[in-house]
């Protein structure tokens, strides 16, 4: 069964250096997500993708975040200085209709720690 | 502005019970989703509803669209369904999902 897949699983980082969290949608899905979760509390939405440019992104997705489709299969998230605050379970998620009433599939996060 | 309420908060269970779990939510979401997180952290997608009632083995999600509504019902609870379960709302129009903060099930042998 198509699965959305993330790496690393695991990030460990110094605060003020830049990462890159990746993310291999399925591969028929049109639309890509990327949402946060920090250790306790809900999980919240970033960013939207279609269409090779942001579709909608929330307040968090401030302008150290960037995303990309370098190619047919990737997925990034870039974050360009990292803050302690910024760790988090960061998943990535994919569905082949962008509406809210169509199922996303998330991939197994990434747990990124900023030291 | 859209806002996904879940209740309760926590939930303990003992192995055979039925088990609901209870979700609110604001006008400008147009479906609910529910899902499950398990401890490694990974999200599993269990349904997604606009309308009506859905089942899928012993999971059932209900959703009452005038009263902005919906459960998550487990008959016949197992230990393997302790986990944490989410409900989400599919509010913008590009199919940004608003989380509720979820419901950790632990169910006891």
């Known amino acids: 069964e198509p699965e959305v897949t993330q790496t690393p699983s695991h990030q460990v980082t110094q605060m003020g250096q830049e990462v890159i969290l990746r993310c291999v949608p399925i591969?028929?899905?049109?639309?890509f997500y990327w949402y946060r979760q920090i250790l306790g509390q809900k999980v919240e939405f970033l960013v939207s993708?279609?269409?090779?440019?942001?579709?909608?992104k929330s307040e968090i997705f401030d302008d150290q975040f960037s995303v990309e489709r370098p190619d047919g299969s990737n997925f990034t998230l870039k974050i360009r200085s990292t803050k302690l605050e910024d760790s988090a379970m960061y998943f990535c998620?994919?569905?082949?209709?962008?509406?809210?009433?169509?199922?996303?599939?998330f991939g197994p996060g990434t747990r990124l720690t900023v030291l | 502005k859209n806002e996904v309420e879940q209740s309760p908060q926590n939930l303990t269970a003992q192995e055979g019970e039925f088990i609901t779990i209870n979700c609110s939510y604001s006008?400008?979401?147009?479906?609910l989703h529910w899902l499950q997180q398990h401890p490694g952290g990974g999200i599993v997608s269990l349904f997604m509803?606009?309308?009506g009632k859905k089942k899928h083995g012993r999971l059932i999600a209900t959703i009452n669209i005038q009263e902005k509504h919906s459960s998550l019902h487990i008959t016949a609870s197992h230990p393997r369904d302790s986990a944490v379960y989410i409900c989400?709302?599919?509010?913008?129009?590009?199919?940004?999902?608003?989380f509720g903060k979820g419901t950790k099930l632990s169910v006891k042998p």
């Open positions: 591969s028929n899905h049109l639309y």
């Open positions: 993708f279609y269409n090779n440019e942001i579709s909608e």
């Open positions: 989400a709302g599919g509010g913008g129009s590009q199919g940004n999902l608003i």
């Open positions: 006008v400008g979401i147009s479906a």
């Open positions: 509803l606009s309308s």
């Open positions: 998620a994919s569905s082949d209709v962008g509406q809210g009433n169509n199922e996303q599939f």
